[in-house]
């Protein structure tokens, strides 16, 4: 983004990323402690330069309300962000993120959550609050020097710095958490400097995205993102990915299996046997590329998206990153490596290797509904003093 700070180091390592989730289909809480072993199996696929965390149900006494994930620079960051939080929400409360000290984890910005809601008379149905959200995250990214909402999701939060991916679990207290739902990662996206936002994953509302890859088509998938109101201002190919499941899975409704298959679409010489062989699906592959031909994503890649209900896996159509994925009783597992997944689970039930662009899909058994809105009492906002 224009203007916008980097902190961090700038070294390249070509080594691949690394990818780790794990996902509980009957919605159990889970401590952070095995998605930090998991990533540091994967410890040399990463190179120091970022690691970062998604988890899922780890606010249920704020779950009502959207958690803001914040970086500063500095206090003056802060209090023009403040400003602009203030006109737009009611704050519930805030505080600093908690941390500890970490071998491998250098300075860090200020870190600070706010639970918010947006203000009455600012929105008047489930998808205009969410559309106001995104609106004002991205406002702030552009718009405010030295701030970064790396997180807006209700009862989910991301975590991620410059470091190692198991040093950024540690160090944001991971182990202290309980989720139904964690996915990590460790490096940076291949074409972005080096400073702790830039680290995975990428999120907007609730959808947080993993990435092993580059997108070659970045700069098509962004004009068209764009379209749609969205701001891609981080410099990285990733952050496409996040916009477009939001955009194809929130806002036009795609099921996930087809939301997919415009992602990670079907060469034309494929859709062309498929009709040889009479198969329906090769009339609506057709005309999703067709329709969604400017979000297909080209080039290499590895995705673990979560999202409220649920986890995904992807990889590209040719599968040039890998992905393995496994079961054990309600638990699903998807890594870079099955080491990974060894590692928190020994026995499993099924291991297998997804095909390039086939989808691995967990679902909530109870799914949760987060745009039923619920009427909440506007309370005396807290404020903190900086530590």
């Given at each position: 983004?224009?203007?916008?700070?980097?902190?961090?180091?700038?070294?390249?390592?070509?080594?691949?990323?690394?990818?780790?989730?794990?996902?509980?289909?009957?919605?159990?809480?889970?401590?952070?402690?095995?998605?930090?072993?998991?990533?540091?199996?994967?410890?040399?696929?990463?190179?120091?330069?970022?690691?970062?965390?998604?988890?899922?149900?780890?606010?249920?006494?704020?779950?009502?309300?959207?958690?803001?994930?914040?970086?500063?620079?500095?206090?003056?960051?802060?209090?023009?962000?403040?400003?602009?939080?203030?006109?737009?929400?009611?704050?519930?409360?805030?505080?600093?993120?908690?941390?500890?000290?970490?071998?491998?984890?250098?300075?860090?910005?200020?870190?600070?959550?706010?639970?918010?809601?947006?203000?009455?008379?600012?929105?008047?149905?489930?998808?205009?609050?969410?559309?106001?959200?995104?609106?004002?995250?991205?406002?702030?990214?552009?718009?405010?020097?030295?701030?970064?909402?790396?997180?807006?999701?209700?009862?989910?939060?991301?975590?991620?710095?410059?470091?190692f991916p198991e040093d950024v679990g540690r160090?944001?207290?991971?182990?202290?958490?309980?989720?139904?739902?964690?996915?990590?990662?460790?490096?940076?996206?291949?074409?972005?400097?080096?400073?702790?936002?830039?680290?995975?994953?990428?999120?907007?509302?609730?959808?947080?995205?993993?990435?092993?890859?580059?997108?070659?088509?970045?700069?098509?998938?962004?004009?068209?993102?764009?379209?749609?109101?969205?701001?891609?201002?981080?410099?990285?190919?990733?952050?496409?990915?996040?916009?477009?499941?939001?955009?194809l899975l929130r806002k036009h409704k795609l099921?996930?299996?087809?939301?997919?298959?415009?992602?990670?679409?079907?060469?034309?010489?494929?859709?062309?046997?498929?009709?040889?062989?009479?198969?329906?699906?090769?009339?609506?592959?057709?005309?999703?590329?067709?329709?969604?031909?400017?979000?297909?994503?080209?080039?290499?890649?590895?995705?673990?998206?979560?999202?409220?209900?649920?986890?995904?896996?992807?990889?590209?159509?040719?599968?040039?990153?890998?992905?393995?994925?496994?079961?054990?009783?309600?638990?699903?597992?998807?890594?870079?490596?099955?080491?990974?997944?060894?590692?928190?689970?020994?026995?499993?039930?099924?291991?297998?290797?997804?095909?390039?662009g086939e989808p691995v899909i967990g679902r909530?058994?109870?799914?949760?509904?987060?745009?039923?809105?619920?009427?909440?009492?506007?309370?005396?906002?807290?404020?903190?003093?900086?530590?």
């Amino acid at each position: 983004m224009e203007g916008r700070k980097y902190r961090g180091n700038y070294r390249r390592n070509i080594s691949g990323c690394g990818l780790a989730g794990m996902m509980s289909e009957d919605g159990r809480l889970m401590s952070g402690e095995p998605i930090i072993r998991a990533m540091e199996v994967l410890h040399d696929r990463a190179n120091g330069l970022g690691g970062g965390f998604a988890a899922y149900g780890i606010y249920p006494h704020k779950k009502e309300f959207y958690a803001l994930h914040i970086m500063y620079d500095d206090i003056r960051a802060k209090e023009a962000t403040d400003v602009l939080l203030d006109e737009r929400f009611e704050i519930d409360s805030e505080e600093t993120i908690p941390t500890r000290k970490t071998p491998g984890i250098g300075k860090s910005p200020l870190l600070w959550r706010y639970f918010v809601t947006p203000k009455a008379d600012r929105c008047t149905t489930d998808t205009c609050e969410e559309d106001f959200v995104i609106d004002a995250v991205m406002h702030i990214n552009e718009k405010v020097e030295g701030a970064f909402i790396f997180s807006s999701g209700k009862n989910m939060g991301a975590f991620k710095a410059v470091g190692f991916p198991e040093d950024v679990g540690r160090f944001y207290r991971l182990d202290e958490y309980e989720a139904y739902t964690w996915i990590g990662h460790g490096r940076f996206p291949t074409n972005t400097p080096g400073w702790w936002g830039g680290a995975h994953p990428f999120t907007i509302l609730d959808w947080a995205l993993v990435h092993n890859g580059e997108i070659s088509s970045y700069g098509i998938n962004k004009r068209y993102l764009e379209m749609f109101g969205y701001k891609c201002t981080m410099l990285t190919d990733t952050e496409v990915g996040a916009y477009a499941f939001d955009l194809l899975l929130r806002k036009h409704k795609l099921p996930v299996e087809i939301a997919c298959k415009v992602l990670s679409a079907p060469f034309w010489d494929e859709i062309d046997r498929m009709k040889e062989k009479g198969d329906p699906m090769a009339d609506v592959y057709e005309k999703l590329r067709m329709v969604y031909g400017s979000i297909l994503l080209n080039g290499p890649f590895a995705f673990i998206v979560g999202h409220t209900n649920g986890m995904i896996g992807l990889a590209d159509r040719v599968k040039l990153r890998p992905m393995i994925a496994a079961r054990k009783d309600d638990m699903l597992y998807i890594a870079s490596e099955e080491a990974a997944i060894r590692e928190i689970s020994p026995e499993l039930d099924r291991v297998w290797n997804p095909k390039a662009g086939e989808p691995v899909i967990g679902r909530l058994k109870n799914p949760v509904n987060n745009n039923s809105k619920a009427k909440i009492k506007a309370k005396v906002k807290v404020k903190e003093t900086v530590a």
